[in-house]
């Protein structure tokens, strides 16, 4: 059975930092591409960061550029997202998703961080920053 697990989540104060994992069963993550979205209330689910295999380049949205890191340990099936410098409103649920659609995260470029591209998508855990 395929599945994706994040964990990392919790509150932390704005300008500190969490790492979020997210870790698979079920298939290898070295065959996909994923990325990691948010969601905060009321609001639609947006794409924050892609990584794939065959090219090994990344892409993140401009919220998070130069603030996120996404990293990949195919040994261990899992995908982390580095989260530094956090702000109020970075507070959402995070989500990781894989697909098998996406052979590029820079040759697909802003459409790598589209919800329709991913086919596998964890339960999700909350990220808060407040003071």
């Known amino acids: 059975q395929v599945q994706l697990v994040e964990s990392g989540g919790g509150l932390v104060q704005p300008g500190g930092s969490l790492r979020l994992s997210c870790a698979a069963s079920?298939?290898?993550?070295?065959?996909?591409?994923i990325a990691w979205f948010r969601q905060a209330p009321g609001k639609e689910r947006e794409g924050v960061s892609c990584?794939?295999?065959?090219?090994?380049?990344?892409r993140y949205s401009q919220s998070v550029e130069g603030r996120f890191t996404i990293s990949r340990d195919n040994a261990k099936n899992a995908v982390y997202l580095q989260m530094n410098s956090l702000k109020p409103e970075d507070t959402a649920v995070y989500y990781c998703?894989?697909?098998?659609?996406?052979?590029?995260?820079?040759?697909?470029?802003?459409?790598?961080?589209?919800?329709?591209?991913?086919?596998?998508w964890g339960q999700g855990t909350q990220v808060t920053v407040s003071s």
């Open positions: 998703a894989a697909s098998n659609r996406i052979e590029s995260a820079q040759h697909m470029g802003v459409l790598s961080l589209i919800t329709g591209w991913y086919d596998y």
């Open positions: 079920g298939f290898n993550l070295d065959s996909y591409a």
């Open positions: 990584i794939t295999t065959s090219d090994g380049t990344t």
